[in-house]
């Protein structure tokens, strides 16, 4: 069975610094990664997401991840982070074999003004 | 923005009620899912559905039971709620595979048994 992990649970960054949260799948086969938000009373939303080709892909509000097949890994990252990005993020994954679409645990994200 | 409803938003209800949990969508989707969030933690997979009359169990096991007899409505039944059913519930919906797009989420409901 496929798993997401991501080993950040709780976050704290000061404004205009650097973001970079590790997700790991297990899985063996081609799969479709997402990085899912959601902001504080609102539902979940897709920042960006990856099926094929370039393997660094740029999502909303300046977010980007890179997919690197030999880590199983999708990592987010952000150059400068805003108070506004304070979310809680979500790394999810599917297969082309049964379309589940498993998550993580989540990363609660909390930016200092 | 994603046109996918839940009803209701929230629901306090007592134990050994029975409850259907409402999800909707415009978008025309084949492929429906619901998952079970408690504050802090994973969203668990409990039903999902490829189209009309296809249901299947999710990777948590849950109490609840799904149909899945029109294409945008997906609803989620408890026969009896118990206090160990009070969590979030997000209903999602995408297109086949072959299209191979994301999920969209509606705004959850969070249910209380008390």
């Known amino acids: 069975a496929q798993s997401v992990s991501q080993h950040n649970h709780h976050v704290i960054l000061s404004e205009a610094a650097s973001l970079e949260l590790g997700c790991n799948y297990s899985?063996?086969?081609?799969?479709?990664l997402f990085w899912y938000v959601q902001y504080p009373g609102q539902h979940l939303q897709l920042l960006l997401k990856?099926?094929?080709?370039?393997?660094l892909v740029k999502g909303i509000k300046g977010f980007e991840a890179e997919f690197i097949k030999s880590k199983f890994s999708f990592n987010l990252r952000k150059p400068s982070v805003q108070w506004s990005d304070t979310a809680e993020y979500f790394c999810?994954?599917?297969?082309?074999?049964?379309?589940?679409?498993?998550f993580g645990k989540g990363t609660r994200l909390h930016i200092l003004p | 923005e994603a046109d996918i409803y839940q009803t209701p938003r929230y629901l306090v209800i007592g134990t050994g009620k029975k409850i259907t949990l409402e999800c909707s969508q415009t978008?025309?989707?084949?492929?429906m899912y619901w998952y079970q969030q408690d504050p802090g933690m994973e969203l668990h997979l409990i039903h999902y559905?490829?189209?009309?009359?296809?249901?299947e169990k999710g990777d948590l096991s849950s109490e609840s039971t799904v149909s899945r007899i029109r294409t945008e409505h997906f609803p989620l039944t408890l026969e009896s709620a118990r206090p160990s059913h009070t969590s979030q519930y997000l209903c999602?919906?995408?297109?086949?595979?072959?299209?191979?797009?994301?999920?969209?989420f509606g705004q959850g409901t969070r249910l209380t048994v008390v």
């Open positions: 559905s490829y189209g009309v009359n296809s249901t």
């Open positions: 999810a994954v599917n297969n082309n074999r049964d379309d589940k679409i498993i």
């Open positions: 978008m025309g989707h084949d492929k």
């Open positions: 999602a919906s995408s297109e086949s595979s072959a299209a191979r797009t994301e999920a969209f």
């Open positions: 990856y099926f094929s080709g370039d393997p």
């Open positions: 899985y063996g086969g081609t799969v479709n």
